[in-house]
């Protein structure tokens, strides 16, 4: 069975050392679920551009040929990355292409577009984290791609253990932490969802410190807080929401995923959390590699033409 606690992701991502560097300031990323979220890392990552992220049928109107597009797809199949990709090739856009091949391979190798293969070797595309995280920052920014490999030389002795909370979860989770953490948040609700088929949402303070505050009580829902290294304010602020929740009585679990900066809490954050959900998805007799109502809703799209 695939073992996700020893994955050489540092040799993986090294064959894309000599990727092209496309300087642009402009940059729309596309993708869906476990794809798209690469785009919301790199968005906070490499904060000094403008950076948008496409999770749609359609791509922004305002995106021209003055944009850098990138397309990502584990399958090559997904229909609204495909659909958003061949938008940007109509409108002129300069255009790159990332998956493990089908449709948008074809696409690519037809156009001659900028295209990135990777392996097909994972169960499922959120495990392929950090590797197209590693092929966008080859291409974007060397410097970021190289603090990633460095980070990823050692990361099996530095992810956290967090599998001690599985035996706390009774009920459907909300995550709280704050904007330049969002991606984490995005993929633990992710794991949690299709590893564990567990129902999981996400807030992100300080939003979620105004008008939400009104609807806590005593609820049937189980709270996880990602502890970082905030700004102080917002520090002050999950502090508080925790002793809010914990007063009216709710479970509460902090999950400590602190480094020395943000690139390590991104990545370190991300791969610890696999700790939680795989042993979580372990107590309740699940495969966390297998999905039904996915898979049933492409099917059903399918038949849709």
């Not at 929740?245 to 602190?258: K, W």
Request: glycine share 4%.
């Amino acid at each position: 069975m695939y073992d996700p606690y020893f994955v050489d992701y540092f040799s993986i991502i090294k064959k894309f050392e000599n990727l092209e560097e496309l300087n642009y300031e402009k940059i729309l990323i596309s993708g869906m679920g476990a794809s798209g979220v690469n785009g919301d890392y790199i968005k906070q990552i490499l904060d000094n551009k403008e950076i948008v992220v496409c999770k749609d049928y359609f791509l922004p109107k305002f995106v021209n040929k003055d944009w850098l597009t990138i397309f990502i797809s584990y399958s090559g199949d997904t229909e609204e990355t495909l659909n958003c990709m061949n938008e940007a090739i109509n409108n002129g856009s300069k255009v790159v292409a990332i998956s493990s091949g089908g449709e948008m391979e074809k696409i690519a190798r037809e156009k001659n577009i900028y295209y990135v293969k990777f392996e097909k070797n994972f169960p499922a595309t959120r495990y392929t984290f950090p590797i197209i995280l590693g092929i966008l920052l080859s291409i974007l920014d060397k410097k970021e791609y190289y603090e990633l490999l460095d980070i990823l030389k050692d990361y099996k002795e530095r992810i956290k253990d967090l599998s001690i909370f599985a035996d706390d979860i009774k009920n459907p989770i909300m995550i709280y932490t704050d904007i330049k953490h969002e991606p984490v948040a995005i993929s633990l609700k992710t794991h949690l969802n299709e590893d564990d088929k567990w129902f999981a949402q996400y807030g992100i303070l300080s939003e979620y410190n105004h008008h939400d505050l009104e609807g806590i009580g005593k609820l049937n829902v189980d709270f996880i807080l990602l502890k970082f290294n905030y700004y102080q304010r917002i520090e002050y602020r999950i502090n508080y929401l925790k002793d809010l929740l914990e007063n009216y009585g709710n479970n509460v679990l902090v999950f400590d995923l602190r480094y020395r900066n943000l690139l390590e809490e991104l990545v370190l954050g991300t791969l610890s959390i696999r700790t939680f959900t795989l042993k979580l998805a372990e107590k309740l007799n699940v495969n966390p590699y297998e999905s039904k109502n996915i898979v049933g809703l492409k099917a059903f799209l399918k038949n849709i033409r």
